[in-house]
């Protein structure tokens, strides 16, 4: 019975393999924007030391919601 059920649970994993990458991807792409949001929030640093894409960025997203709000 092990040996039965510890081929079943290698076929799951199998096929779970495509799942786990993109998942796995995602919560990269989740743990950099978390990352720069605190960068971005940060009091520590003036505003004209972060990039200026990520200011443009920022500005883009405030500028939208603000619109979204008001509309």
Do not use: K, V
């Amino acid at each position: 019975r092990w040996r039965r059920l510890a081929e079943i649970n290698a076929t799951l994993s199998r096929s779970l393999d495509a799942e786990r990458t993109r998942l796995t991807a995602q919560l990269a792409a989740h743990r950099e924007a978390l990352r720069r949001d605190e960068i971005l929030r940060s009091r520590e640093y003036s505003f004209c030391l972060f990039p200026a894409a990520s200011l443009r960025e920022s500005m883009t997203r405030l500028q939208s919601a603000a619109r979204g709000e008001a509309g």
